[in-house]
């Protein structure tokens, strides 16, 4: 009986089913991803918000852009920092190795890492709570850019579910970092960790 034990025990060696499961990174990285790409879209359909021209009751005209509104020049910027900062993320997660097991790993990348990751989330969140404040504070004035006047709403409309998207990417990707998932993506060597 021994003699079969310690053959199975060779064949889950080879396997790598002794192994710690690695999902969680797996997770965390296609969250990364998800997040730097929706904060880059966010960015980039609030930049190219096209011009917009008003007319007013009394005749005048008025043309409106996204820098007319602080907080969408802010959603703009601070996505694209976001977008900045995660791909420094996913960098220091994959390259690095992130190791988290060895002592004798160096912990400066995963200090950075963190930082980066408590970076993202705030920047996120304050883009998305400024424009969803600003939907609603300006809400007349950007209504007013609906239909043959303009894909101006439209384009805050998306950018803004865009943001939203990205935050809740970038908070679930911080979640489940910390959260042991029991599956492996992908095959882990013994030189990996």
């Given at each position: 009986m021994p003699k079969r034990t310690n053959?199975?025990?060779?064949?889950?060696e080879m396997h790598g089913a002794d192994e710690e499961p690695n999902g969680s990174k797996a997770v965390t990285l296609l969250l990364r991803l998800a997040t730097m790409a929706l904060a880059l879209t966010s960015a980039v359909v609030m930049a190219t918000a096209s011009e917009c021209t008003i007319y007013q009751p009394n005749g005048a005209k008025a043309t409106v852009t996204f820098k007319h509104y602080p907080p969408f020049v802010y959603l703009a910027w601070f996505?694209?920092?976001?977008?900045?900062?995660?791909?420094?993320?996913?960098?220091?997660?994959?390259g690095t190795g992130d190791c988290d097991d060895d002592?004798?790993?160096?912990?400066?990348?995963?200090?950075?890492?963190?930082?980066?990751?408590?970076?993202?989330?705030a920047l996120l969140n304050l883009a998305t709570g400024a424009v969803f404040s600003a939907v609603v504070a300006y809400g007349p004035q950007i209504s007013a850019c609906t239909g043959t006047a303009g894909r101006f709403c439209e384009q805050v409309h998306?950018?803004?579910?865009?943001?939203?998207?990205?935050?809740?990417?970038?908070?679930s990707a911080a979640f489940f970092?910390?959260?042991?998932?029991?599956?492996?993506?992908w095959p882990m060597s013994s030189d990996d960790c």
């Open positions: 053959r199975l025990a060779h064949k889950l996505n694209f920092v976001a977008t900045i900062l995660e791909a420094a993320g996913i960098y220091l997660q994959v002592e004798e790993a160096p912990k400066i990348p995963r200090i950075v890492l963190v930082a980066i990751d408590v970076a993202v989330l998306r950018s803004k579910h865009f943001s939203l998207a990205a935050s809740i990417a970038a908070g970092k910390d959260v042991p998932l029991p599956f492996n993506l």
